[in-house]
């Protein structure tokens, strides 16, 4: 089943569809929620790998002893097709190629066992960011601006997902595949992250939790200009333009 | 104006809070104290600046910032008024956040420090519990340490930017018990109110119902399970809240 969100007269509603060809994909579809977004970072082994040297050293001193966390507010959140805005003067930005973990039901202090009981089902999130030149701060200037973060097509439900830890994600700027990555390269595991996160945090159905992007290497920036597209195996593929600020 | 929302009879109600702080209905009818809930006043994103007041930077051994160090909380954490926050079992020190929360009133993208002031809706009191135990060097101050359950008070209403005269004069106190432990004025803020959000709305666009938790100044204590906490924001409020055990806390989950 595919449940997403469209926006008729300005007013979002909900639906569901059997398959995906019965998904119109146009710029009317909406995040296929409205709850809060929650992403995992340095949560990739090989960006880890690239940083570890540096945790070692100050302000880190250590490595992280738990999950790195941060909020994507809800003004980036941005349906398919719609345009992610880029500024000019700040740098670098880069697209965030991402499973999103959907929740179905209100969740506090899961264990890793029964975490897929709270999962509705997957979705695919670009986690869109400026260059981040340390994790010491929160990442609000980064990561929160207007239209960085597009999500869906829809939800796709997770017994249509055999295993959410091994799924490939690749990112296509201009039809052209710029990067492949898999959830097999997460630290932690999508049922781990639903489990740490809803340790202290209740989570509500609808919340997404972005289970982590990988290192913003070169082959990742965008361009106003660009057509981005996140594709995920089994779940679906995200597309977005991309335009000046 | 003050304005609030409550849980009475499994309903949530917008409701006003008369000059004696009764809560009256839309109808007009009075409700008594302890026959509704309080909820959070607000709805909408929630800012933390941290290191805002000079004092309280010489407090945690830091130097004011150049620029507003924010941080944000997820709706997770809002409670509202006589709720109660619970401390985790086995850590050392968990403290209270007094502070004045700013309420934005109309979408604001790129204002101007001139200009800022035209976008506050109102002013309400936070506590923004924070438990030091759980600081790591990543993203700090760490959702872990801030965003918790039940870990944000807020309320006990929002009250009208226009009755605020000069929310940069306001006094803050917070008492344990009744016993005054912090204590400091918004006339200190190192980034004020415009400030504030011109920084923010330069950032990100902001929208009606959006939390500035503007900082807090120094005096800050550990809390136990049984302490009262008592944050106040002169001309704004007085914000009531218990500590509990986390053995009591998820007692009151499962039951639920």
């Known amino acids: 089943m595919f449940y997403f969100r469209q926006k008729e007269s300005d007013i979002a509603i909900e639906k569901t569809a059997q398959t995906r060809v019965e998904v119109p994909l146009d710029d009317a579809l909406l995040p296929p929620t409205s709850g809060s977004v929650i992403g995992v970072a340095l949560n990739d082994k090989a960006l880890v790998q690239t940083l570890e040297k540096s945790f070692h050293e100050k302000p880190h001193v250590q490595p992280p002893k738990t999950p790195v966390l941060y909020i994507k507010t809800d003004n980036t959140h941005l349906g398919y097709g719609a345009p992610i805005k880029v500024p000019t003067d700040k740098g670098p930005v880069y697209a965030g190629p991402a499973l999103g973990i959907v929740i179905g039901k209100t969740a506090t202090r899961v264990s890793t066992e029964n975490a897929l009981d709270v999962i509705q089902g997957f979705t695919v999130v670009n986690e869109v960011s400026l260059a981040e030149t340390s994790f010491y701060r929160p990442a609000v200037k980064a990561k929160c601006r207007d239209t960085f973060c597009p999500i869906g097509p829809w939800i796709i439900d997770k017994e249509s997902v055999q295993n959410p830890n091994s799924l490939t994600i690749r990112t296509v700027i201009n039809d052209q595949q710029v990067h492949e990555t898999n959830t097999n390269q997460l630290i932690h595991s999508v049922e781990e992250i639903v489990s740490y996160i809803s340790g202290f945090m209740t989570l509500e159905a609808g919340d997404i939790l972005i289970a982590g992007t990988p290192l913003r290497s070169a082959e990742l920036e965008i361009k106003p200009g660009d057509s981005v597209m996140i594709d995920i195996d089994g779940i679906g593929q995200l597309s977005n333009p991309v335009e000046m600020e | ?256």
């Not at chain 2, 008594?32 to 933390?48: N, Q, R, Y």
């Not at chain 2, 940069?168 to 959000?197: A, S």
Request: glycine letters at 6%; aromatic letters at 8%.
């Open chain 2, 1 to 256: 104006m003050k304005s609030a929302r409550i849980l009475f009879n499994h309903e949530t109600l917008h409701v006003t809070v008369n000059e004696k702080d009764q809560v009256v209905t839309q109808e007009g009818k009075v409700l008594e104290e302890g026959s509704f809930t309080w909820l959070p006043p607000c709805d909408g994103k929630i800012f933390v600046l941290a290191i805002n007041y000079a004092d309280h930077a010489a407090e945690l051994s830091f130097k004011a910032p150049d620029e507003p160090l924010v941080f944000l909380k997820n709706n997770n954490s809002l409670i509202g008024h006589n709720q109660h926050t619970y401390r985790p079992d086995n850590v050392d020190y968990m403290h209270y956040e007094c502070e004045l929360v700013v309420v934005i009133g109309k979408q604001a993208k790129n204002v101007s420090v001139d200009d800022a002031m035209d976008y506050v809706g109102g002013y309400t009191v936070g506590n923004d519990y924070a438990i030091r135990d759980y600081l790591e060097n990543y993203y700090r101050p760490n959702l872990r340490v801030k965003s918790r359950d039940t870990c944000t008070p807020i309320g006990p209403y929002l009250v009208d930017a226009k009755e605020v005269k000069d929310p940069h004069n306001l006094v803050l106190r917070t008492y344990i018990n009744g016993e005054l432990k912090q204590e400091g004025n918004t006339k200190d803020l190192v980034f004020n109110i415009p400030q504030l959000i011109a920084y923010l709305s330069d950032i990100m666009t902001l929208s009606p119902g959006d939390m500035i938790f503007t900082g807090t100044p120094e005096g800050l204590a550990d809390v136990k399970p049984g302490d009262v906490i008592t944050t106040e924001v002169e001309g704004v409020g007085v914000l009531k809240n218990t500590i509990i055990s986390e053995t009591d806390y998820l007692k009151t989950i499962h039951k639920q």
